[in-house]
């Protein structure tokens, strides 16, 4: 059984940082592709990052420059780095693991950001 759990979220000003963790359990970690979301409400969820097991890096045009995904296979976790935190930022961010048409999604975690 495979579960996503993200940590790292909560409250901070506009221009601060937040650090996003993505803990996973099961195997093949270092196969699946691993994403960041975020949706917020009456919003469609949308990709914010992504890295394949090979490390290539894709973002969203809006956090480019901003965001930093990573992936620590020995630990399991992938993570979101965000620096200078903007208030339209705000919104539930959700983890997702993918392996061909095996497909899992994290809870989400609260980002709030403070103008």
């Known amino acids: 059984q495979v579960q996503l759990v993200e940590s790292g979220g909560g409250f901070v000003q506009a221009g601060g940082s937040l650090r996003l963790s993505c803990a996973a359990s099961?195997?093949?970690?270092?196969?699946?592709?691993m994403s960041w979301y975020r949706q917020g409400p009456g919003k469609q969820r949308e990709l914010v990052a992504s890295?394949?097991?090979?490390?290539?890096?894709d973002y969203a045009d809006s956090v480019k420059g901003r965001f930093t995904i990573s992936r620590d296979n020995a630990k399991n976790t992938a993570y979101l780095q965000m620096n200078s935190l903007k208030s339209e930022d705000t919104d539930v961010y959700f983890c997702?693991?993918?392996?061909?048409?095996?497909?899992?999604w994290g809870r989400g975690t609260q980002v709030t950001v403070s103008s």
């Open positions: 997702n693991g993918r392996f061909y048409a095996r497909n899992f």
């Open positions: 099961g195997s093949g970690f270092r196969s699946w592709l």
């Open positions: 890295i394949s097991p090979t490390g290539i890096i």
